[in-house]
């Protein structure tokens, strides 16, 4: 009896982890790219390979979404890293976040060399807004704590704007996505009309604006990360003025110069995988845009993936507007644009993202 | 790498046990090695460079021991010997000990770099240039086995330390076939349950309550959370050490337990005797009889049994914490087999075996002493509280995963099957073990599909 037992379940097994593993095989070895590979390998090639695999195993959403329900289930509210609270997803991860001490001495850097005036929102994610309703021992630090420390590394001459605050006062809006790190475009807005005052204007007041909704199936970062089933998808907003100014021309530039036509919202990516690449149409090195707005003011912003949503409502202001992506980036600022040739710059960073090395793409200067 | 992650379950494995059945059997154990050498390969080339060279070196010294002890002039023989033994100790002292990362950086190691399971090889390989050394067995000649000895992959994370003897009956007296893989199988997944499901869920628990400031611990919260650390420790090791030996029965080895439900026991001495058996009787054997049998006092002998143990403690852990954790042991040990007609001790066996257990647990815990006594002191009430809403909030949470966990632990189970004889409750549990098998690793294989892998935690071998 016991030597059947072993044999089926030999056979069992075996049938399941071939199976299994000639798709996982199959697809690590038709997609790897050695470059992937070779940056990941920091703690080993096999580290490397055990977080390749994890995105080629077959049915991979419906693997992780099992996996969401089992942890919920066994674990409590903490799925993959993820605070599971009774209407939204909250990174819960935020004291693994690495230092902001690069981002703030390349922000230095560039202040250093820079002749205009130079702001900074560093923006909270939703773990900083709603943090509080996370148990205490889950949620170990906080993103206030992350921002001030952040803050305090800045040279004195750049003109810090407290976005923390305005949010934290207005979180009963619906000022960030349930299921996502990023705010939405209302949250976007209640941020605006403290900056723009900052930088020598009028806010544009909200009643001017017509809201569309263009979809209600957004699903955000958090959710890729839980496949948590129970979180109701979000609406994704489009603000337009329709008495206000125009944008008369919007151009993306890639790394290696290539210039593409691209526009305020790409309703395109709204049948994408990331939807959020609607505003702006997904991170780039450089969009320039131009507006008919007669006043000859030039802007720099300098930004994470939470400024798109944010750089349509200062096309009000300004004759032209450059958005720089770091993230996007792989070589010095001034190999796109001249920094000088805008009078103000301003850096709209999401506290997530400060630990990033490409912000050390901001200080250097091509030597011409 | 580790044993349970989706790469090594489902290309890994599958494909060396591919290898090593489909080559003819004069050719298997150099199959085995190069998967081996590739399993070391892929947690890093700094890795496989260390174990080459460590195998190397201890191949070449009892080789050494062994010439130079057929000689007539035996004594040369201490040479090889004392240079393989500082070269193991001194290795596993720099890999391990933050007051020499100076070396390490200077030998331009990437940072942290740490070997797994560098202290079980260096275990394995010590023993057995003493046992080369002592002439109980002839060094060997055939270097494959004594490469697989130290780096046989099945056995590198966890273990199990064996005499270099026995491993060779293993390999020698190996029984291939489909039913041993399915035992294998089975085994292997218990173990990858014991990790995914218990340990890693254990250890959420734990964290929970190692964020907190130990000065605001209230004495409930402190002992859930301890609680917590001492089962995720148990399923932990143990889940991995059987993952090891499912994996060798796999490739036909009958590779011995390593833990034999020690928590629950009714003795701390059965405790002892349970606990990473062959890590204990490693020391035991080589560290307590070699010495005891030159002292004849039974003091003397008593404090070289406590040092024994502080030995093994300071192993685990490399600090003040975890040799005074084994010496706290071996005090419990030898105070107990004092007491051992006690009425009361018979009757408060399990209950004060799991309390002293527990408690000693603090100091492989803490970072350091001083955060261990303050641990204790919250135990203890210390904090004026003996529960706080942390406490009611971890009950709600935990309380009936921990008292699940807790029986896990236990052999009542398995006392069950064993009672049960050929009746008809074996019987369904054989036939549906199988579906049970393969349910439980799709349910491993749904938790760890996000990260990948479910990463060794709280202690490092």
């Known amino acids: 009896m016991k030597d059947r037992s072993n044999w089926l379940t030999a056979a069992a097994v075996s049938v399941f982890v071939i199976a299994t593993g000639t798709f996982m095989f199959g697809k690590m070895t038709m997609n790897i790219k050695s470059a992937d590979i070779r940056r990941d390998a920091s703690g080993g090639i096999g580290k490397a390979l055990q977080s390749y695999s994890a995105e080629c195993i077959a049915g991979r959403k419906g693997w992780i979404s099992a996996g969401s329900m089992i942890s919920d289930a066994i674990r409590g509210n903490t799925v993959n890293g993820v605070y599971v609270s009774d209407n939204r997803l909250i990174d819960a991860d935020i004291s693994k ?256 993202s400060v630990e990033s090395e490409n912000f050390k793409f901001i200080e250097m200067r091509e030597l011409s | 790498m580790e044993y349970s992650s989706l790469f090594f379950i489902y290309c890994f494995l599958p494909v060396s046990l591919l290898l090593y059945y489909c080559v003819p059997n004069k050719l298997k154990d150099m199959s085995l090695l190069l998967m081996s050498m590739a399993f070391c390969g892929l947690a890093g080339l700094p890795y496989l460079a260390y174990v080459m060279v460590f195998t190397l070196v201890n191949y070449t010294c009892a080789r050494h021991i062994y010439i130079l002890s ?155 959370g301890i609680s917590a650390y001492i089962l995720c420790l ?60 030159r002292f004849k006092n039974r003091y003397v002998r008593k404090m070289i049994y406590v040092a024994a143990w502080t030995l093994a403690g300071f192993w685990y852990g490399f600090d003040a914490g975890s040799a005074l954790w084994g010496a706290l042991m071996g005090i419990s040990i030898v105070i107990e087999k004092r007491l051992s007609n006690s009425k009361m001790l018979k009757a408060t066996g399990i209950i004060y075996t799991f309390l002293l257990t527990t408690v000693f647990a603090v100091f492989l815990s803490c970072d350091s002493l001083k955060d261990s006594f303050r641990y204790i002191f919250a135990m203890l009430g210390g904090n004026h509280a003996l529960a706080d809403m942390q406490t009611l909030y971890l009950m709600k949470s935990y309380l009936v995963l921990l008292i699940i966990m807790m029986y896990a632990s236990t052999d009542l189970f398995r006392n069950i099957l064993i009672r049960s004889g050929r009746s008809r409750i074996k019987a369904a549990i054989n036939a549906a073990a199988p579906a049970v098998g393969l349910l439980v690793l799709i349910i491993c294989t749904a938790l760890i599909a996000y990260s990948g892998s479910s990463d060794m935690i709280l202690l490092r071998l």
Request: with cysteine; charged share 20%.
């Open chain 1, 97 to 352: 976040r690495g230092s902001s001490a690069g981002c703030a001495g390349s922000i230095n850097g560039f202040a250093g060399w820079y002749d205009g005036a130079v702001y900074i929102a560093a923006v909270p994610t939703s773990s900083g807004v709603y943090g509080d309703t996370v148990p205490s021992y889950i949620m170990k630090t906080t993103e206030k704590q992350q921002i001030d420390s952040f803050y305090s590394q800045l040279d004195t001459s750049i003109r810090r704007i407290d976005a923390y605050n305005i949010l934290k006062m207005m979180s009963d809006e619906h000022i960030y996505f349930s299921s996502d790190t990023k705010w939405t475009m209302y949250g976007a807005y209640c941020v605006y009309r403290t900056v723009i005052q900052k930088l020598g204007f009028q806010p544009v007041s909200y009643d001017k604006y017509n809201i569309r909704h263009v979809t209600g199936e957004y699903r955000g970062d958090l959710y890729s990360r839980t496949l948590y089933m129970k979180c109701e998808p979000d609406i994704l907003d489009i603000y337009e003025y329709p008495e206000g100014t125009k944008v008369t021309s919007c151009v993306s530039y890639s790394n290696d110069g290539k210039v593409s036509v691209c526009s305020l919202y790409d309703t395109d990516a709204l049948g994408s995988e990331d939807m959020y690449d609607l505003y702006l149409g997904g991170e780039k090195p450089l969009v320039r845009i131009r507006t008919d707005v007669n006043n000859d003011r030039r802007l720099l912003v300098i930004g994470s993936r939470c400024a798109a949503s944010f750089v349509p409502f200062l096309t009000q202001h300004y004759s032209e507007i450059a958005v720089i992506s770091p993230e996007a980036m792989n070589k010095p600022i001034t190999s796109l644009l001249e920094p000088n040739d805008y009078e103000q710059t301003l850096f709209l960073i999401g506290i997530d």
């Open chain 2, 70 to 224: 057929s000689k007539k002039d035996g004594r040369y023989k201490l040479i090889p010997m004392a240079a393989g033994m500082v070269f193991n100790i001194a290795g596993l002292f720099i890999l391990r000990m933050d007051c020499f990362a100076w070396i390490r950086h200077s030998v331009r190691l990437p940072e942290g770099f740490f070997p797994v399971g560098v202290s079980l090889f260096t275990l394995s390989a010590t023993g057995y240039l003493i046992d080369v050394y002592s002439g109980k067995y002839k060094a060997d000649k055939n270097f494959v086995r004594f490469a697989l000895y130290i780096m046989m992959f099945p056995r590198l994370l966890m273990g199990p330390v064996l005499r270099y003897d026995i491993f060779k009956r293993i390999l020698r007296t190996r029984r291939i076939g489909f039913q041993e893989i399915g035992k294998g199988a089975a085994v292997f997944i218990k173990g990858l349950a014991k990790k995914v499901i218990a340990a890693d869920t254990l250890y959420s628990m734990y964290s929970s309550v190692d964020s907190i400031n130990v000065s605001d611990l209230s004495a409930g919260t402190a002992w859930m």
């Open chain 2, 234 to 293: 148990y399923f932990t090791l143990s889940g991995i050490a059987d993952m090891g030996v499912g994996i060798g029965y796999c490739f036909g080895f009958s590779f011995p337990q390593s833990f034999n439900y020690p928590l629950f026991s009714s003795r701390i001495r059965y405790f002892a005797s349970r606990w990473h058996l062959q890590v204990i009787h490693w020391f035991r054997k080589y560290i307590t009889r070699s010495f005891s049998a």
